[in-house]
C-alpha cells in the first residue's frame, strides 16, 4: 500500500516484508522522498524503518485516533 504526501514529494508505502518473515520486526514503512535536498524530511532518498507487529499496530491506532479527533472538532 503506498500513499503520497506533501505535496507529492514524499511517498510512503507499508508491506509486510516476506523476506524477513522469520524477524519480529517484518512490517515495513518505506519512505521515499523526491524533492530539492534543501527540503528533505530524511537524510536518505529512501529510508525503511521496520516495524514489530505490535509497534504497526500501535501506530495505526494512533493515526486512527487523531482521525477521530479531527473529526470531533
Known sequence: MGISLLDNSLH??????????DLEDNICLCITET???DEKLFRAQKTHIFLTVKEAGTLAQALVDAIDSSKEG
Not at 510512503?12 to 518473515?21: C, G, M, Q, R, S
Request: with cysteine.
Open 12 to 21: 510512503v508505502e507499508v508491506y509486510f516484508e516476506k523476506n524477513d518473515a
Open 35 to 37: 524533492c530539492p535536498e
